[in-house]
């Protein structure tokens, strides 16, 4: 992988939960995909992944994430 990739996908990590995690969105765009798509590719062949694989943002959660975003828009 070249060096401009990494650091265009080490942008798409966050921590929450005390874990490392990509947005659906970000990881479509990865794969060249729409979030719906990868989303039911996911729901499709939930038996593929593991159970910790996904789970939903709280509003809580989210409302940081997107703070998160002006934030780092901002500089």
């Known amino acids: 992988m070249n060096e401009p990739l990494i650091s265009q996908i080490e942008k798409m990590i966050y921590n ?3 874990m490392r995690v990509m ?3 970000d990881l479509a765009k990865l794969y060249g995909v729409e ?13 593929r ?13 989210l409302t940081v994430l997107r703070s998160q975003f002006v934030i780092s828009s901002s500089h």
């Open 49 to 61: 992944f593991p159970q910790d694989f996904m789970f939903r943002l709280s509003f809580q959660e």
């Open 16 to 18: 929450i939960r005390g």
């Open 23 to 25: 947005l659906d969105s």
């Open 35 to 47: 979030t719906r798509t990868l989303n039911q590719a996911i729901k499709r062949n939930s038996k």
